[in-house]
């Protein structure tokens, strides 16, 4: 009786080892392959920053572009961009010549004190005040001396505040270049013409990219990026632009890119093969004057500064340009649908709020004749541009790590089961 009552108990045993063994296993091959699962399931959804959407999940900055059309003078945008030119991550770890690597952001709740601030360019500015704290932080640390962006997200509201060229003063007060604020709820663009703490009159925020979305696996919305030159015009959604060159193969502020589908991004790490994902069904958006091929995203000393390095492998021959003429349904609206206006590039009637030359009247005409040179005077902080190789461990991350954690966790279980029936086979054969 003895051995009819063991039988069913070894039995147990060995199909609980099994049944555990096998969900470590998947457990660990999920976590590791999780990267491209996450990057189909959450596409079309709203990335959100202290329990605020970063705008709804039916605007543009949201808006999968892996199917639109090529834009048909893309060729000619990339050529101007630099078609030799490298891909560079304009955030990271630590420090850089004393100053953080990114663009910085703080989310406050609803009850923070706001206090005035006062604009170079009121007229394109949204007036204050706004919740800033005393300890927000600023682009290139307190002593910046470049754009010194500021960003902060009110969760009480789910309002976004921007700032650039923000100087703290000792009263408590801001003094800002220019401000900017949205309702991340809401698909409302800017005023025409109206310049933002971005060259483009963008929002920042939701072009940057941010550590913790790493984490989850998967970025959904487009990116931000800058060039070395650009045209004296926009397109939607952006709403203002910084140059005086009207050079029509030049980019224009709100030009969408994408890396192209074709493009082989196997060889790179789990966490750059998000950011590349990305790029491929969001793309990115001409932001601001700076360095060209340089992408942003917020400071953490979570980022691995080499393995972010690896992504200046990438030349501007990979991108292209992509055509979203079929998507505005509103010209004052980020709302991306399928019903075309007429959304021609801007040309406002006035000089850009950050533009180098004396400002002309409010409604004085600006001539129209490209200049030999067009300078940008609004160059991104960023940690240098250095061609650092890609750590050889990441070569068998992902994938390779799955299958090697699947095939020991089955070996396991093959040697549990073995040796378990061997003692389930020699009791029941007890008398």
């Known amino acids: ?41 959450a596409r079309g959804s709203s990335a959100s920053v202290g329990g605020c959407p970063l705008f709804p999940g039916n605007n543009i900055w949201n808006r999968d572009i892996s199917t639109l059309p090529v834009h048909s003078n893309s060729a000619n945008f990339i050529a101007s961009i630099g078609m030799t030119g490298h891909l560079h991550a304009g955030f990271g770890a630590g420090l850089w010549n004393g100053r953080p690597i990114g663009v910085p952001y ?80 809401s698909n409302a663009l800017r005023p025409s013409t109206w310049t933002s703490a971005d060259a483009a009159g963008l929002p920042m925020l939701p072009g940057l990219v941010r550590y913790d979305e790493i984490v989850s696996g998967v970025i959904t919305h487009a990116l931000r990026f800058t060039v070395n030159r650009s045209q ?3 397109l939607w959604p952006a709403r203002h632009y910084d140059s005086s060159s009207t050079d029509p193969n030049l980019p224009p502020m709100g030009l969408r890119l994408r890396l192209k589908a074709s493009f082989d991004i196997s060889s790179f790490s789990p966490r750059n093969r998000i950011i590349l994902t990305a790029l491929k ?10 360095s060209s091929w340089d992408i942003y995203g917020a400071p953490d000393n979570r980022w691995n500064n080499d393995d972010l390095h690896a992504l200046g ?11 979203e003429s079929s998507l505005p349904v509103s010209a ?18 006035k000089a850009p709020a950050h533009h180098p030359t004396p400002a002309p009247t409010k409604n004085a005409v600006i001539s129209l004749v490209p200049l030999p040179t067009d300078t940008p005077t609004r160059a ?33 279980v093959l040697a549990l089961v ?14």
């Open 1 to 41: 009786m003895q051995s009819h009552s063991a039988a069913p108990t070894v039995a147990s045993r060995i199909v609980c080892t099994t049944l555990l063994l096998c969900m470590m296993t998947v457990g660990v091959v999920i976590s590791e392959i999780g990267v491209g699962t996450a990057s189909v399931q």
């Open 106 to 185: 703080i989310v406050v709740p609803g009850s923070q004190p706001k206090v005035p601030v006062s604009f170079t360019y009121a007229d394109e500015s949204d007036p204050g005040p706004y919740p800033i704290p005393p300890n927000a932080p600023i682009e290139g640390g307190s002593q910046s001396s470049g754009n010194r962006h500021v960003i902060v997200v009110d969760s009480g509201t789910c309002n976004l505040y921007e700032m650039y060229s923000s100087y703290p003063q000792q009263d408590g007060n801001w003094k800002a270049g220019s401000g900017a604020v949205w309702n991340l709820a």
């Open 232 to 234: 004296r015009a926009f």
């Open 281 to 290: 069904h969001y793309g990115m958006f001409v932001a601001d004057n700076g």
């Open 313 to 323: 492998s990438i030349t501007g021959s990979a991108f292209e340009v992509v055509d």
């Open 332 to 349: 004052s609206s980020g709302q991306a649908g399928s019903s075309p206006v007429d959304t021609p590039i801007g040309t406002p009637t």
């Open 380 to 412: 991104e902080e960023t940690m240098p541009r250095g061609n650092s190789s890609q750590k050889s461990g990441n070569m068998i991350e992902g994938m390779s790590t799955a299958l090697f954690f699947m095939l020991a966790g089955l070996g396991v």
């Open 418 to 431: 073995v040796i378990n029936w061997g003692r389930f086979s020699r009791k029941r054969s007890m008398p």
